[in-house]
């Protein structure tokens, strides 16, 4: 670098490594150019007539609120929704052009109608997965067959809470002002949190939470006295059944494989992936006799087309496909 | 214990809730193979610098908030075969500017050709970060230098601005506004040289005041 001495004020505003000092200084660079300094103290006008130049260069900022960053996230998903259907619409008939269109005013104006009254909803069919960006700009990946509310306005809320049916990971953004973040499913048991990501499983009253990072706190309705409270740590899994809980640690990984579209198993019973299977899409398997529902099996799955997933579920267990109607039933 | 058949794709990449602090790169590969969660993670982390340098080119709110859509629809559609050569950031302002260009160009065909304003900004504002005693001082100077840099050309503003403020590389400059690096170069040198030129004694004055803080 010893061409620097050469260097005029404009060589140095456009020097990378020189503009790093001015708007990104670190330990490291800083150290650089003081030392370059007290060897060139006759270049020390020229270097402060460059920092100098860039310290004023500005323009003006402009910038989206964190609620209209999830708008326009929110929009992205919509579309991305409408055109995976496009490449179908040319074999439907005109009768279901117009039910489409009515479905779609009917959606809109509900919509609008929740938009009213603050509040969203969002919902996902089976095999589908969506990533929602709450008002705060958390994360959420919704499951298939799995449906979200929320309110718009956190700001003016003491709590940022959303309510859940079926499953999703929530990635939560820690808020300055420590407000907290509420999960909350239909029966009363809710989490809650700082910022953090888990994940949150509630169908056919059994719930699931599972902790990847951070703390959270769980709270089950309790008819006598106060709520029960759980604390959890990362890798805690927590199953409540029945206003009953337990609590045991897990390779959290495992329990959020499915936003990444793979199905990972470790030591998963049949009968697990076949209620997984109705879960998420919405298929019905059966099995020849009850005791293969208890067969493990370990390993990872990807999981494009649900079709094939029970082709692929079927040779890692040895099984066999017949179809009857729209049930799949697997024998030895 | 039966084993799944093992199927070797592209090895699994984790994206947990510490994504934040991943690299571009491993956040697009992840995305690549279908990862919402580090798809939304570029998107939230490069989505205020992209519509910063939209509404500098288009005062339309409207419209780059629907090309900023546009731009994170159609990375999603074509995850698959996208190939990037060169960093993240880059690609995305050249492949949003490229949507930004076509919307303004198809706008100007539809609307009235007299309209009072430019519709094409890329302004200067001044930084002050100084003391508010300095302030008064400076909106004289803030003046002058807001006529200086109306004299400029959009491609000259253009060019300081995505150089300056948006973490590109000169090379990166140049094929975002598809010009060879050597004439990027001396576009933005020529530019320095004439806001210096109006600046000049600003910069003196302000020199010693710096100078007593600074070292």
């Given amino acids: ?40 103290p006759d270049k020390a006008e020229n270097v402060e007539k460059a920092r100098e130049m860039l310290k004023k260069l500005n323009f003006p900022k402009y910038s989206l609120s964190d609620q209209e960053v999830a708008e326009v996230w929110n929009t992205i998903q919509n579309q991305e929704q409408r055109q995976e259907v496009a490449p179908h619409k040319t074999s439907l008939s005109y009768g279901w052009y117009s039910a489409a269109s009515v479905l779609f005013i009917f959606c809109a104006a509900y919509f609008f109608i929740s938009q009213k009254n603050n509040r969203v909803e969002f ?8 990533s929602i960006l709450l008002p705060d700009s958390s994360t959420v990946i919704l499951n298939a067959n799995s449906q979200i509310t929320y309110a718009t306005d956190w700001d003016n809320q003491s709590i940022r809470e959303v309510w859940l049916q079926g499953e999703a990971f929530f990635e939560v953004r820690h808020k300055q002002n420590d407000q907290p973040f509420k999960v909350t499913v239909d029966d009363g048991v809710a989490v809650e949190v700082l910022g953090t990501s888990f994940n949150v499983y509630h169908r056919t009253a059994q ?7 951070g703390q959270i706190r769980m709270s089950l309705p309790n008819e006598k006295r106060e709520d029960v409270k759980i604390m959890m740590k990362p890798g805690d899994l927590v199953e409540v059944k029945s206003k009953k809980y337990s609590k045991r640690q897990v390779d959290a990984n495992l329990y959020i494989a499915w ?28 099995v020849e006799r009850p005791e293969l529902l208890n067969q493990t099996v370990s390993g990872s799955i990807p999981m494009p087309k649900p079709e094939s997933s029970v082709e692929q579920i079927a040779k890692a267990f040895q099984l066999t496909i017949t179809k009857q109607d729209d049930t799949y039933i697997l024998t030895e | 214990m039966l084993k799944a058949t093992p199927h ?10 510490s994504g934040s602090s991943l690299e571009d790169d491993t956040l697009w590969r992840s995305f690549k193979t279908g990862n919402q969660l580090a798809f939304s993670i570029l998107y939230k982390r490069h989505v205020q610098r992209l519509y ?31 190939g990037v050569a060169g960093s993240v950031n880059y690609y995305l302002f050249k492949s949003f500017r490229r949507l930004l260009m076509n919307r303004i160009v198809a706008k100007r065909k539809f609307s009235i050709p007299f ?17 508010l005693i300095e302030q008064e001082r400076m909106t004289h100077q803030y003046e002058r230098l807001r006529s200086s840099i109306q004299s400029l050309t959009k491609r000259q503003r253009e060019a300081i601005f995505l150089k300056f403020f948006n973490d590109l590389s000169y090379h990166e400059v140049a094929s975002v506004m598809e010009m060879r690096v050597d004439s990027v170069y001396n576009l933005i040198s020529k530019t320095i040289d004439i806001l210096r030129s109006k600046l000049k004694e600003i910069t003196f004055l302000a020199f010693f005041f710096l100078q007593k803080a600074d070292f």
Wanted: with cysteine; proline share 4%; net charge negative.
């Fill in chain 1, 259 to 286: 936003t990444q579209n793979k199905l990972i198993l470790d030591y998963t019973s049949l009968g697990q992936i076949i209620q997984m299977l109705k879960d998420n899409y919405g298929i019905e398997v059966q």
């Fill in chain 1, 123 to 130: 919902e996902t069919a089976f095999g589908e997965t969506r």
């Fill in chain 2, 8 to 17: 070797n794709q592209s090895p699994p990449s984790k994206v947990d809730a």
């Fill in chain 2, 115 to 131: 309209q009072g304003r430019p519709e094409s900004v890329f302004e200067f504002a001044p930084s002050f970060e100084q003391s």
């Fill in chain 1, 1 to 40: 670098m010893g061409d620097y001495y050469h260097f005029s004020v404009n060589d140095f505003v456009m020097d990378e490594y020189f503009q790093a000092w001015v708007w990104k200084p670190t330990d490291e660079n800083s150290a650089f150019w003081r030392d370059w300094l007290s060897h060139h």
């Fill in chain 1, 207 to 213: 719930t699931k939470v599972v902790l990847n990072t």
């Fill in chain 2, 52 to 82: 910063n340098y939209g509404m500098h080119t288009s005062m339309d709110k409207e419209m780059v908030k629907d090309c900023l859509q546009d731009l994170f629809a159609r990375l999603w559609d074509k995850r698959e075969t996208l």
